[in-house]
């Protein structure tokens, strides 16, 4: 029983994760903000990308949730507005519109594109890949999981997995859009858009009935 609730958590989890990811789309994005760069530096870059994603967003999970309760915000107000964080996000991706919540603005992309110095840290690491929907994803799956140390096991797995995942594509990221193209990418994206949206809306449902089950203040 056990470990069939953790082999649940790690799928939700996985799948939540790598829709947020979405490692075709940042693949694409990485190509064309390192266009003067050699495989190597790419594959240096894709790296210590992950390996940064992964220390920003483990520690959001753990510190998130200390955050809000020092700001005075409960985790199920945390669920709604992190639900319609993400559900604006989905949008996005199914109308295939750019916005600071998953990709660079246009200011951003030229400024990466003109620099010579690395870009690992930002704006492949930050926001392309621990960007705001993902660091919003962490907190909430961290509220999931609660205390339980087999679920929380079970959450950095997940977050292992799809960084691992994002960084296969990111070090594949020329096969990869060559194979899929502009039409391809747009197509999964739209395709997660909609698996985002989905989840969004649990988020925000599960955050509305738990405001509704709390016992009135005063």
């Not at 199920?76 to 199914?94: C, Y």
């Not at 296969?168 to 698996?195: D, H, M, P, Q, Y």
């Amino acid at each position: 029983m056990a470990r069939s609730r953790m082999l649940d958590a790690f799928l939700y989890a996985l799948v939540a994760l790598l829709v947020i990811f979405d490692p075709p789309g940042t693949a694409a994005i990485f190509i064309a903000i390192t266009p003067r760069d050699t495989d190597t530096e790419r594959r240096d870059q894709a790296v210590r990308a992950a390996a940064i994603s992964f220390g920003v967003l483990a520690g959001f999970a753990i510190a998130g949730e200390w955050l809000m309760r020092a700001m005075g915000v409960t985790l199920p107000a945390f669920q709604v507005a992190g639900g319609i964080l993400l559900f604006l996000l989905a949008t996005d991706m199914v109308m295939v519109r750019d916005s600071g919540l998953r990709r660079t603005t246009e200011r951003e992309t030229r400024e990466a594109e003109a620099q010579e110095s690395d870009i690992t840290v930002f704006p492949l690491a930050i926001p392309l890949i621990a960007g705001p929907g993902a660091m919003t994803t962490m907190v909430l799956l961290r509220g999931r999981a609660g205390d339980d140390p087999a679920l929380l096991a079970a959450l950095a797995a997940a977050l292992a997995v799809a960084l691992g995942i994002t960084l296969a594509s990111l070090l594949a990221a020329k096969t990869l859009v060559r194979l899929l193209g502009e039409t391809g990418t747009n197509v999964i994206g739209r395709v997660l858009g909609v698996v985002v949206a989905a989840l969004a809306a649990q988020i925000t449902l599960d955050g509305v009935r738990a405001i509704l089950a709390s016992p009135p203040i005063g």
